[in-house]
């Protein structure tokens, strides 16, 4: 089964220091891999993606990520954190199967950046 | 650009009632998908629709069914409301959506709250 796993419900990170939050998919075939961010009562907001090419991906707000295809990770990072990116991120993979093609989201990780 | 709009905003019904809620995606977008976001599930897809069909679908009971009218607005309606169907419900457009090995990203909505009391 195709599926995205956020090991982390929360990560808690002094600000102006690095961050990283983790995810790990399953997939048959080449993985299409998104990050998007949710600020309360919001709807989500696009991040980056990687489809294909450089493993490091650059995407809004200084956020980056390192696909992994050997640990089948897409772990979600920045150099140094600002309170304002306190959020939830949702780690994402496209899964395109013979009756469906659709977005499968992780569960989520909450980032909190103290002062 | 204007932003993917939904409408309305917060929502209150009662079980056994039905609800239409509505989504106007980017200007140009013809793909539009819609999600259910609750705290014990988290984000599940419910459909996708492009130029008016149905192209993808989630494991939704038949409770709950859309359509897209020929401006590429969405509406999604869920019949015979159930406690449990108390949610955000998200909606997200694109330029063309999943569309074999050619995928853009989606933009979401700020979402419907739905409380079924």
């Known amino acids: 089964a195709q599926s995205v796993a956020q090991p982390e419900d929360q990560v808690n990170v002094a600000e102006g220091n690095p961050l990283t939050v983790k995810c790990t998919y399953s997939v048959s075939g080449n993985p299409y891999l998104f990050w998007y961010v949710q600020y309360p009562n919001r709807g989500l907001q696009f991040l980056l993606k990687y489809i294909t090419g450089d493993n490091l991906v650059k995407g809004s707000y200084g956020f980056e990520a390192e696909f992994n295809k050997s640990q089948t990770s897409f772990h979600l990072k920045k150099p140094s954190a600002l309170v304002s990116d306190s959020a939830l991120y949702f780690c994402?993979?496209?899964?395109?199967?013979?009756?469906?093609?659709?977005?499968?989201f992780g569960t989520g990780t909450r980032l909190q950046v103290f002062p | 650009k204007a932003g993917v709009t939904q409408t309305p905003r917060y929502l209150i019904k009662t079980r056994g009632q039905q609800v239409t809620l509505s989504c106007s995606p980017i200007?140009?977008?013809?793909?539009v998908s819609w999600y259910q976001q609750t705290p014990g599930q988290g984000l599940q897809f419910l459909f996708e629709?492009?130029?008016?069909?149905?192209?993808n679908k989630g494991n939704f009971p038949g409770r709950f069914s859309g359509r897209q009218f020929s401006n590429s607005r969405s509406e999604m309606n869920v019949s015979t409301l159930e406690l449990g169907d108390s949610a955000l419900y998200l909606c997200a457009s694109s330029l063309v959506g999943f569309s074999g090995s050619y995928y853009n990203e989606q933009f979401f909505g700020p979402g419907t709250r739905l409380t079924v009391l």
């Open positions: 629709y492009f130029s008016e069909t149905q192209r």
């Open positions: 994402a993979v496209r899964a395109l199967s013979y009756n469906t093609d659709k977005l499968i």
């Open positions: 200007s140009g977008h013809r793909s």
